[in-house]
């Protein structure tokens, strides 16, 4: 199962690609959107865990949006540092956000919300 | 009204002392001028005198008395005097036509005294007047008469002169007496009339005055009884006391805080109505008051007060300095300072949840960065490679999370929203808490009690906050020590009350009044945060409810959460962990 992971905080995402790998997960890590939408084009994601608040124009769920545009099957876990009710709102509202999880997250949390998605 | 302020009137000089004087008067002259006409005829024609002339004499003597009375009334002696005097004419005529007629003429000299007198009420100047016409008419009459006619011979009609001039100068001495009576009896009268005056002036000013007077004493009284409405519904307790420190008067609040009638307050001294701690402060206060003479506020807390009292002693100096006495002035401000105190913990705690709002995110990124990165490593170890290094990642990875569980804590302040609320027996939400104190109690040896019996209907509550208010209050308990704790619930009127009551160590009131602050806490290094009684305020707060603590050192703590029966609608759950 292909997983496409963006977060820029470096360490976190090399330590997320490794436990998803290592849980038997083909991922690509990109730590900005742009890179993101650059991989797509050689890599097809069945999952996509982003961090919500990114560097750059482009946030988590614009990210998301526009990748729904060529794969509609796409599932979409939003990681977050900070969860205001109003942008927990906001995600929802956008419909395409399988799972919210907010930072810091046992792996294990992770592994389960995949697991549901995409049973 | 004083006697002494009226004047004593000396008696009026009555009417009928003028009527004597005048009376008097008449009777005189009447006396002398009928005793001088009677002497010269009896020394001048004794052979002569018949009963005809005597006739004359009374006559004339009852015209001069009339005369004389008549004085008293000018209007009506007037008309006497002039019916006289016609008489006088009639008396000249008869003779005239007596004589020419040829037979006993009328003695003449009649018409003259009886002229005289008539002019009596002019006094002298009217008789000696009237004695010319007459003597003048008698002449012209004489003289227009046969000389045969002439009766009266010169000596006769000297005696006749005589009499005049005799009954002229009695009038005249009299006439002085008589003016002088008059005059000083018009003095009396004039100087009567002015008192009477004055009197009435002085009369009409007093009723003046009393209505003045009775009118400002209706405004006094109307001002007086403002001035008691005002001040009696002033909320503090306020009171004038005199120099000796004696109560003068008290408003109703004085009553109902020192808890006596007004009749047992005023008229004591304030070391009789108070206990000496009171008093001393009192006294202190006062004398620090008088020393600069000016208002001086203090704020009383001692025992002995049911509050904390805001006191202000304004000392009362008459213009030449000297001390009158000083008004109390009292006022209760625990509920402003509760309120006060408050207000303040809101504000901390809504710059709390602004400054948690800011730094969450700063701080749950790099613990997620720990957090996996810890995990990572020690999924990197084989288990029985390193046990320690396992442990301490094991550690790391834990504490990691609780970076991320207190900065979600502080979070719930800054909180907007209602939590969603759901009908729920509350029974529920405790059995839910003590299944996972499970582990807890049997670390420490404490046990749980469990009483929801009088409230088995449900409630309108967030499950999840409650249930978190109630882990917090039983966890806290255990932290205290507690050995046996327990939950109970009640119900009130409007409210649902949940008791948590240990048995703990308790806390002391400096403790006891910070417990609500975020960060404080008793249990430092026993896993304590500070933030367990400050987040169940948070939620407690947000149901519409209140919490209250109760404790003191060494007797343990209850805890009372009370919330409302009946809630406003539900609102859309924000805190759910995942979606779908």
Redesign the interface.
């Known amino acids: 199962m292909n997983i496409l992971l963006v977060e820029d905080e470096e360490l976190l995402c090399r330590s997320l690609t490794q436990l998803l790998q290592r849980a038997g997960f083909t991922v690509v890590a990109a730590t900005n959107a742009t890179d993101a939408m650059t991989a797509v084009a050689t890599f097809v994601p069945d999952i996509l865990i982003t961090d919500w608040l990114l560097q750059g124009d482009i946030d988590g769920i614009a990210l998301a949006r526009r990748l729904r545009q060529t794969a509609p099957e796409l599932r979409v876990i939003v990681i977050t540092g900070l969860l205001a009710a109003t942008a927990r709102s906001e995600i929802q509202r956008a419909g395409i956000v399988s799972v919210i999880l907010e930072k810091p997250f046992p792996f294990a949390d992770l592994q389960a919300a995949i697991t549901r998605i995409t049973q | 009204m004083s006697a002494g302020a009226v004047a004593t009137l000396p008696a009026p000089a009555p009417r009928t002392q003028v009527l004597v004087s005048r009376v008097r008067f008449g009777i005189y002259t009447a006396i002398v001028a009928v005793s001088g006409m009677g002497l010269s005829e009896l020394l001048l024609r004794p052979h002569a005198l018949d009963p005809l002339d005597g006739t004359q004499l009374y006559a004339i003597a009852v015209l001069l008395c009339s005369s004389a009375l008549l004085r008293v009334h000018e209007t009506e002696g007037w008309a006497i005097c002039i019916g006289l005097f016609a008489l006088a004419m009639t008396c000249v005529a008869m003779e005239r036509v007596a004589v020419l007629s040829g037979e006993v003429p009328v003695q003449g000299y009649i018409a003259l005294v009886m002229g005289t007198a008539a002019m009596a009420p002019w006094g002298l100047r009217g008789q000696i007047g009237a004695t010319i016409v007459v003597t003048v008419g008698y002449w012209l009459n004489v003289r227009s008469l046969p000389d045969h006619h002439v009766f009266l011979t010169s000596r006769e009609s000297s005696s006749v002169l005589v009499a005049a001039a005799a009954s002229l100068y009695i009038t005249w001495i009299l006439d002085r007496e008589h003016a002088a009576n008059v005059h000083e009896l018009h003095r009396e009268s004039t100087q009567r009339e002015e008192l009477e005056r004055r009197v009435r002036e002085r009369t009409l000013a007093l009723s003046e005055s009393n209505k003045a007077l009775s009118a400002e004493v209706s405004d006094r009284r109307r001002l007086q009884d403002q001035l008691l409405l005002i001040s009696d519904s002033f909320p503090g307790f306020l009171g004038y006391v005199d120099g000796d420190q004696r109560y003068v008067w008290v408003n109703h609040a004085y009553e109902t805080y020192w808890r006596r009638p007004r009749t047992e307050i005023v008229g004591r001294r304030m070391s009789e109505l108070h206990t000496p701690v009171i008093y001393r402060l009192l006294e202190e206060h006062i004398a620090q008051a008088l020393d600069d003479s000016s208002t001086r506020t203090e704020v009383y807390s001692v025992d002995g007060l049911r509050a904390k009292v805001e006191v202000t002693v304004m000392p009362h100096r008459g213009p030449d300095g000297a001390l009158h006495g000083f008004v109390i002035l009292g006022l209760d401000i625990s509920a402003r300072e509760a309120a006060e105190e408050q207000t303040r913990r809101t504000e901390r705690l809504a710059a709390l949840g602004t400054l948690a ?1 800011g730094i ?14 810890a ?2 490593a020690r ?2 170890l084989h288990p029985t490679e390193n046990p320690f290094l396992d442990e301490a990642l094991t550690g790391i ?1 834990k504490e ?2 609780r ?2 569980q207190i900065v ?1 804590g502080i ?1 719930r302040f ?4 209602a939590p969603l609320r759901a009908l729920q027996p509350i029974l529920g939400v405790v059995e839910r808490a003590g299944e996972l104190l499970r582990g807890e109690l049997a670390l420490t040896g404490a046990s749980l009690h469990i009483d929801c019996s009088a409230t088995p209907e449900p409630i309108a509550i967030d499950a999840s906050g409650i249930l978190q208010v109630v882990l917090n209050l039983a966890t806290n308990a255990l932290r205290a020590q507690a050995k046996v704790v327990t939950i109970r619930s009640s119900l009130r009127p409007a409210h649902l009350a949940l008791e948590v009551i240990d048995d703990g160590r308790g806390m002391s009131t400096a403790e006891g009044s910070r417990a609500f602050d975020p960060f404080f806490t008793t249990a430092r290094g026993n896993g304590g945060t500070g933030l367990g009684l400050s987040i169940s305020h948070t939620i407690v707060a947000q149901h519409g409810g209140t919490i209250e603590i109760r404790s003191a050192a060494g007797t343990g703590t209850t805890v009372t959460v009370v919330l409302p029966r009946q809630s406003t609608p539900p609102l ?1 759950m ?2 759910a ?4």
């Open positions: 709002a969450a995110h700063e701080i749950n990124n790099p613990a997620a960065s720990i957090l996996a990165t995990e990572m999924d990197s990875a990691a999370m970076c991320g979600r979070l800054a909180r907007e929203e859309p924000v805190a962990r995942t979606g779908t």
